[in-house]
């Protein structure tokens, strides 16, 4: 990767009606810009939807992203969350299938060590969800992955709020 490329976060407060996801999706694939992750979820007011973006680019091109959402009428607000203290969590799940009893006994170590929930059991599968930073998740997905011989992932997009505390990022 160019050493200039780097991962990007922006947090958006927009309008909450239809055709308003759509319109910032087809922005980045309208200008080859690569979406690594996209959420989206209403407000305390609920007429006002939060987006939080994760995208890969150089400087140059993240200020067009920001300008060319900046014009866009449905969006209030664009922050900036790349070199900010921010808590950002991601969530993941990960079933495990063909389990033994002791392929059980590592899903559940793996469990309590990255502080995860076992949240549905049957008899030679289990469901874990792991709510965390999106690095800490790829490992989880990497160790699973090395781990067991079948498994199935799902994971949402990061969420992020700016942090009071200025001491965590």
């Known amino acids: 990767m160019d050493s200039n490329m780097k991962k990007r976060w922006i947090s958006l407060y927009v309008e909450n009606q239809v055709g308003v996801l759509s319109k910032i999706s087809g922005l980045f694939s309208g200008k080859s810009y690569n979406l690594d992750s996209l959420t989206v979820g209403t407000t305390e007011d609920p007429t006002v939807s939060r987006m939080t973006i994760a995208t890969v680019s150089d400087d140059e091109t993240f200020e067009q992203i920001k300008k060319q959402l900046n014009r866009m009428v449905e969006v209030i607000k664009v922050i900036d969350f790349t070199d900010i203290f921010v808590r950002m969590k991601e969530i993941l799940y990960v079933k495990v299938f063909k389990c033994t009893t002791a392929d059980k006994v590592e899903v559940f170590q793996i469990a309590e060590t990255f502080k995860a929930k076992v949240i549905d059991y049957g008899r030679d599968s289990v469901l874990v969800e ?6 800490k998740n790829d490992a989880v997905v990497k160790l699973m992955k090395e781990e067991f011989k079948s498994i199935e992932v799902v994971r ?9 505390s200025m001491m965590e990022r």
Request: glycine share 20%; charged share 5%; net charge negative.
């Open 130 to 135: 792991f709510v965390q930073t999106a690095t």
């Open 156 to 164: 949402g997009g990061s969420v992020g709020i700016e942090s009071i």
